[in-house]
C-alpha cells in the first residue's frame, strides 16, 4: 500500500468521522428541535452497563448539557439565595473538568424551581464562545477558555424576573446575534444583543405573561424567522430587527413547551390539558389564526417536556406519563401508549429511535415509525429533570447528582 493512499485513506476516514459527528450547540441540539443526524446511538444501559463515565455535580441546575467537539458545558447555582452562579466544562472523552467559572448574581427573581435554582436555562456555544443565562437576570459570555468576554444585567437594566418558577426560557444563537426571551409579569421582550460585544440590536416588547419557552428559529420561503410561543398566541418575529411578522391564537397562558417543525409546519403545544396546534409557514403576514391553522389535535396532560418529529410522525409525552404519536399531516393520533412514571425532561431523537425520559430516571427508547415498539427500558439509577444531549454516537444525562456519558464501551 503506496503512503499516497495511506494518507488519502487516513483523511476520508478522518472526514467522514466529522461529517457523523454532530455538536449539540444548545437547547435542543443543532435544529432546536432534539434531534439529531448520529448512528449508533446506545439502546440498552444500566447504572454500570454502557456508562462511559459519570461525575458528580455540585448546586442546582437542570439546564441541559451543551457539546461542541471534545468539550461539554454546563451550569449550576449554589450559595443560600442560589446566586452563585458556574458555568463548568468538561472534557468530551472522559468527564475530565476542563475549567469552572464563577459569576456571582446581580438581582434575585420572585420564584424560583428549587432543583434548578438559577441555572434552569440551557447554554449555547458557536464553538469560540459561550454564552449562559441564568435566573438572576445575568446573561454571560466567556471564550473557549472560560475567561469572561463581556456580562450584562438583564435585571438591573430592565427589572429582575417576575415569573414564579424563575427563568427557564435558553438563549438562541442566531448568525452573529443571541436572541433571549423574557416573558414574565414585569415588561415582557424578546431581546437580540451582539454576540461578540453584548450590545443591543433591538429590544422588542411582547404582549404577554409568564411564560418558560425559548426563541426558536425556522426558515420560512428561504429565509430565517424567529418564533415565540406565549400567553395566547404564538408569534413570528424578523430577526433583524424584531417586528412582529405574524401572530396565530389558540395558545394558553403560561406555556412551557418548545416548538418544532416539519416540513412548512410549525407544531406547537399549548398547555396542561390543552391541544397540539399545526401551522402553515408560508411567508405571509398578519393575524394567521385562520387561514394558517391546519389541524389542532388533543394533547391531553402535555405541559412540560418538548415533543420531537421524526419523518412524517410527531411524538410528544404528557407529563403524566402518556407517550403519544400523531400523522404531521392530518393530526390523526397514531398511537397513545401508557410509557410509566412522570417526565419533565424534553424529548430527543436520532438513529431511528426516540428516547422518553422519566423522573425516575427511567428512559424508555422507542422505534421511530408508526407502530408503537419498546426498544429498551433503562434504569439510571437516580432522577432526571433536564433534558439530554446528543454528540458523537452518545448520550449525555444530566442527572440530579451526576453527569453521565452513556455509550458503548
Known amino acids: 500500500m503506496s503512503i499516497r493512499f495511506c494518507i488519502f485513506?487516513?483523511?476520508?476516514?478522518?472526514?467522514?468521522?466529522?461529517?457523523?459527528?454532530?455538536?449539540?450547540?444548545?437547547?435542543?441540539?443543532?435544529?432546536?428541535?432534539?434531534?439529531?443526524?448520529e448512528k449508533g446511538l446506545p439502546v440498552r444501559w444500566s447504572t454500570m452497563e454502557n456508562v462511559r463515565w459519570k461525575v458528580p455535580l455540585q448546586g442546582a441546575g437542570v439546564?441541559?448539557?451543551?457539546?461542541?467537539?471534545?468539550?461539554?458545558?454546563?451550569?449550576?447555582?449554589?450559595?443560600?439565595?442560589?446566586?452563585?452562579?458556574?458555568?463548568?466544562?468538561?472534557?468530551?472523552?472522559?468527564?475530565?473538568?476542563?475549567w469552572h467559572t464563577r459569576f456571582f448574581g446581580s438581582a434575585l427573581p420572585e420564584g424560583l424551581f428549587a432543583p434548578g435554582g438559577m441555572a434552569v436555562p440551557t447554554p449555547t456555544t458557536d464553538g469560540k464562545h459561550v454564552f449562559a443565562l441564568f435566573g438572576t437576570g445575568d446573561l454571560v459570555c466567556v471564550d473557549i477558555d472560560g475567561r469572561p468576554v463581556w456580562v450584562r444585567s438583564l435585571a438591573q437594566e430592565y427589572g429582575p424576573f417576575r415569573n414564579r418558577w424563575g427563568m427557564s426560557s435558553s438563549p438562541l444563537l442566531l448568525g452573529e446575534k443571541l436572541i433571549v426571551q423574557v416573558d414574565h409579569w414585569g415588561g415582557s421582550y424578546l431581546l437580540a444583543v451582539d454576540a461578540a460585544t453584548g450590545a443591543n440590536h433591538w429590544k422588542t416588547p411582547r404582549d404577554v405573561g409568564v411564560n418558560w419557552t425559548s426563541p426558536f428559529a425556522v426558515r420560512v420561503k428561504g429565509r430565517t424567522q424567529l418564533v415565540a410561543v406565549g400567553s395566547h398566541?404564538?408569534?413570528?418575529?424578523?430577526?433583524?430587527?424584531?417586528?412582529?411578522?405574524?401572530?396565530?391564537?389558540?395558545?394558553?397562558?403560561?406555556?412551557?413547551?418548545?416548538?418544532?417543525?416539519?416540513?412548512?409546519?410549525?407544531?406547537?403545544?399549548?398547555?396542561?390539558?390543552?391541544?397540539?396546534?399545526?401551522?402553515?409557514?408560508?411567508?405571509?403576514?398578519?393575524?394567521?389564526?385562520?387561514?394558517?391553522?391546519?389541524?389542532?389535535?388533543?394533547?391531553?396532560?402535555?405541559?412540560?417536556?418538548?415533543?420531537?418529529?421524526?419523518?412524517?410522525?410527531?411524538?410528544?409525552?404528557?407529563?403524566?406519563?402518556?407517550?403519544?404519536?400523531?400523522?404531521?399531516?392530518?393530526?390523526?393520533?397514531v398511537w397513545r401508549e401508557r410509557m410509566g412514571g412522570n417526565y419533565r425532561a424534553s424529548l430527543v431523537a436520532g438513529d431511528g429511535k426516540v428516547y422518553f425520559l422519566a423522573e425516575g430516571g427511567i428512559v424508555t427508547v422507542v422505534k421511530a415509525g408508526p407502530d408503537f415498539e419498546i426498544l429498551a427500558k433503562n434504569d439510571l439509577g437516580e432522577e432526571i429533570v433536564a433534558s439530554p444531549a446528543i454528540a458523537d454516537g452518545r448520550l449525555f444525562l444530566r442527572g440530579t447528582k451526576h453527569l453521565f456519558c452513556i455509550g458503548k464501551k
Open 9 to 37: 485513506f487516513s483523511l476520508c476516514c478522518l472526514l467522514s468521522r466529522e461529517a457523523r459527528a454532530d455538536n449539540w450547540p444548545g437547547w435542543r441540539g443543532p435544529a432546536g428541535d432534539g434531534t439529531s443526524a
Open 233 to 333: 398566541a404564538v408569534k413570528g418575529y424578523d430577526p433583524e430587527s424584531g417586528a412582529e411578522l405574524w401572530t396565530v391564537g389558540g395558545m394558553i397562558m403560561q406555556c412551557i413547551i418548545s416548538p418544532v417543525t416539519s416540513g412548512d409546519r410549525l407544531l406547537a403545544i399549548s398547555g396542561d390539558n390543552y391541544q397540539v396546534v399545526a401551522i402553515r409557514l408560508d411567508g405571509r403576514t398578519g393575524d394567521l389564526t385562520k387561514s394558517n391553522v391546519v389541524w389542532k389535535a388533543k394533547s391531553g396532560t402535555a405541559y412540560v417536556p418538548s415533543p420531537v418529529c421524526v419523518g412524517r410522525y410527531f411524538y410528544f409525552v404528557e407529563d403524566s406519563g402518556w407517550g403519544n404519536c400523531l400523522d404531521v399531516g392530518t393530526g390523526k393520533r
Open 63 to 98: 439546564s441541559a448539557p451543551i457539546v461542541w467537539g471534545d468539550r461539554l458545558f454546563l451550569t449550576s447555582s449554589d450559595g443560600r439565595h442560589n446566586d452563585r452562579l458556574h458555568l463548568l466544562c468538561y472534557r468530551v472523552a472522559d468527564g475530565h473538568l476542563l
